[in-house]
């Protein structure tokens, strides 16, 4: 059974840093991209970054700059430093196996993209 359990959310202040982790097992972690998505209350999901095998790394507009996902294939590990967090970075994050970049090249939420992901956790940015 694929299992992503992600770690490291919590409340930070405007400007702040925060760094996530997603642990992986189940699965061939080192054959597998894997993306971060993030939903804030009352909103649809929005794709924030994906890396693939090979360690290339895509973001989303709104965060690009600020967000680095990396990965360590020896602990099945996903990370993802956020750096200068705003309010509107506010949100549910969770990670996900893909197979896909649709959202990165259109712009919007492609849902196909994603396949096993965990149940998230909560980053709240207010001062």
């Known amino acids: 059974e694929k299992q992503l359990v992600e770690s490291g959310g919590g409340m930070v202040q405007p400007g702040g840093s925060l760094r996530l982790s997603c642990a992986c097992s189940?699965?061939?972690?080192?054959?597998?991209?894997i993306a971060w998505v993030r939903q804030a209350p009352g909103k649809g999901p929005e794709w924030v970054s994906t890396?693939?095998?090979?360690?290339?790394?895509f973001y989303g507009d709104s965060v690009q700059g600020r967000f680095i996902t990396s990965r360590d294939n020896a602990k099945n590990t996903l990370y993802l430093q956020m750096n200068n967090l705003k309010v509107d970075d506010t949100a549910l994050y969770y990670c996900?196996?893909?197979?896909?970049?649709?959202?990165?090249?259109?712009?919007?939420?492609?849902?196909?993209?994603?396949?096993?992901r965990g149940q998230g956790t909560q980053v709240t940015v207010s001062s």
């Open positions: 996900a196996t893909t197979n896909g970049l649709g959202s990165y090249y259109y712009g919007s939420f492609h849902p196909e993209d994603f396949h096993s």
């Open positions: 890396i693939w095998t090979d360690g290339r790394t």
């Open positions: 189940g699965f061939n972690f080192t054959s597998a991209d």
